[in-house]
T-cell receptor, first 113, second 112 residues
Framework: KAGVTQTPRYLIKTRGQQVTLSCSPI?????VSWYQQTPGQGLQFLFE???????NKGNFPGRFSGRQFSNSRSEMNVSTLELGDSALYLC????????????FGPGTRLLVL | TQLLEQSPQFLSIQEGENLTVYCNSS?????LQWYRQEPGEGPVLLVT?????EVKKLKRLTFQFGDARKDSSLHITAAQPGDTGLYLC????????????FGKGTHLIIQP
């Protein structure tokens, strides 16, 4: 079974731009969660989508948003990019029950200049 | 807000030595997961522990979940250079709200 895939793997943007990242979960998984990883803060939870609805949300500003499609694929969008948004953005999928084991993709490395 | 304190933050040891990584919290978790992450890649799941007091073994790796479900440890026996990486513990809250809470990680280097 194919794992979680994320595109693109690397991205360079400038301040003020917006960016959209994509995640395809493991086949059959209905939950997709997004995390931001930085050297200083480690891995921090952004939000979780299940059945096209946001089920949980972390403590990030409204510039960070996401959505999920009927095939469980998910996208996250960051508007008005700031230098501090430079990070590895990780997507994780699970079958869907709350608290279930999550499987991570390789991440998208975003650099904001 | 749930927090997971992971220690040590950095560890460099010689091949063949044993080591233990700790993950502690004042919060109770429904389950706890251990991941290993290579540079530039996503975390790869090693194990999930769900029962207080549970011990799981994966070859030279032994994982333990505390009786009170607030802490966990990872013990590696006879470490090998291939064990080098970032080890992360992550706790799931009851009901799964707030996603996984991650520790800051332990950077492990095994020198040949």
């Amino acid at each position: 079974k194919a794992g979680v895939t994320q595109t693109p793997r690397y991205l360079i943007k400038t301040r003020g731009q917006q960016v959209t990242l994509s995640c395809s979960p493991i086949s059959g998984h209905r939950s997709v969660s997004w995390y931001q990883q930085t050297p200083g803060q480690g891995l921090q939870f952004l939000f979780e989508y299940f059945s096209e609805t946001q089920r949980n949300k972390g403590n990030f500003p409204g510039r960070f948003s996401g959505r999920q499609f009927s095939n469980s694929r998910s996208e996250m969008n960051v508007s008005t990019l700031e230098l501090g948004d430079s990070a590895l953005y990780l997507c994780a999928s699970s079958l869907g029950a709350r608290g279930e084991t999550q499987y991570f993709g390789p991440g998208t490395r975003l650099l904001v200049l | 807000t749930q927090l997971l304190e992971q220690s040590p933050q950095f560890l460099s040891i010689q091949e063949g030595e044993n080591l233990t990584v700790y993950c502690n919290s004042s919060s109770v978790f429904s389950s706890l997961q251990w991941y290993r992450q290579e540079p530039g890649e996503g975390p790869v799941l090693l194990v999930t522990v769900v029962t207080g007091g549970e011990v799981k073994k994966l070859k030279r790796l032994t994982f333990q979940f505390g009786d009170a479900r607030k802490d966990s440890s990872l013990h590696i026996t006879a470490a090998q250079p291939g064990d080098t990486g970032l080890y992360l513990c992550a706790g799931a809250s009851w009901g799964g709200a707030d996603g996984l809470t991650f520790g800051k990680g332990t950077h492990l280097i095994i020198q040949p």
